[in-house]
């Protein structure tokens, strides 16, 4: 199995530039300074899985040029996790049935509660999107990739982390529980949650998530989640090697290949 994992956003919550803020001409002028909400895209030999909904979904799709998804998974419903789900009617118009996603029960919760017209009898010829709730499996196959899901813990809240042969994403953490850590060994790529510089209580930030992604020890680590604190350039210069910042459109290769555990 070979799949390829984009990162359709790799901003925080706010988004960057964030509304209200002035920033430099010099960082607004790399377009890896501009980061949309947090998702990501797995596409396997056989079907796309979507990772979250940020609210940019429709724009960060139609970048990548994205004319299907197949199953969604959502971590955990913060707003810039889910904002997007509306736009998924198009591909429940264009397959002509329901949209399986995944989600722990409390967010299923969630979702029909923020969504609930998704849930309602609707007359003919109008358009929503229609959600087929589902508990999250471990393993979740999809699009012909079996991936491995575990659970992080963000502040109090429960968020799904997943791992796929030698990838994993671990986004919107501030633990990982040693049953989910032990199976995050061995990885070639990992993108991690690094919010800010300074210590976040629902997040690692910048030095947790460098002491985090040492002691996990993947080939490389990317960081996402990013807020404004961050600029690209100048940030990866000074990362340590195999360690990196994430960027809207970011493409890795991924494979069942996995090494030692
Ligand atoms: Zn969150």
Redesign the pocket.
């Known amino acids: 199995m070979t799949a390829t994992a984009i990162v359709l956003g790799s901003g925080t919550?706010n988004g960057v530039p964030t509304l209200g803020v002035d920033y430099t001409p010099e960082f607004l002028a790399n377009a890896k300074n501009h980061r949309t909400r947090p998702s990501l895209l797995l596409q396997g030999p056989s079907g796309n899985l979507l990772v979250d909904c940020a609210p940019e979904l429709r724009l960060q799709l139609l970048r990548e040029g994205i004319g299907m998804v197949d199953a969604v998974l959502i971590t955990?419903t913060?707003a810039?996790?889910i904002m997007g789900m509306d736009d998924l009617r198009s591909f429940c118009l264009k397959s002509k049935r329901d949209m399986p996603v995944y989600a722990r029960p409390e967010a299923q919760a969630d979702i029909r509660r923020v969504f609930d017209y998704a849930f309602r009898p609707f007359p003919d010829g109008i358009e929503v999107p229609r959600f087929d709730l589902r508990d999250v499996p471990d393993p979740l196959v999809a699009g012909g990739m079996t991936i491995e899901t575990m659970m992080v813990l963000?502040g109090e809240?429960t968020?799904v982390a997943l791992r796929l042969g030698d990838f994993a994403y671990v986004t919107?953490v501030s633990e990982i529980p040693e049953e989910s850590w032990l199976r995050l060994s061995g990885l070639r790529t990992l993108i991690l949650d690094a919010v800010r510089i300074k210590p976040h209580p629902?997040h690692f930030h910048l030095d947790k998530a460098i002491e985090v992604a040492r002691e996990l020890g993947a080939e490389q680590t990317y960081f996402t989640h990013l807020s404004h604190d961050f600029d690209h350039d100048v940030t990866n210069a000074a990362l340590p090697p195999g360690i990196a910042l994430a960027f809207d459109g970011l493409k890795i290769a991924v494979t069942d290949q996995v090494g030692s555990r």
């Open positions: 919550s955990h913060h810039d996790h963000h809240m968020v919107d629902n």
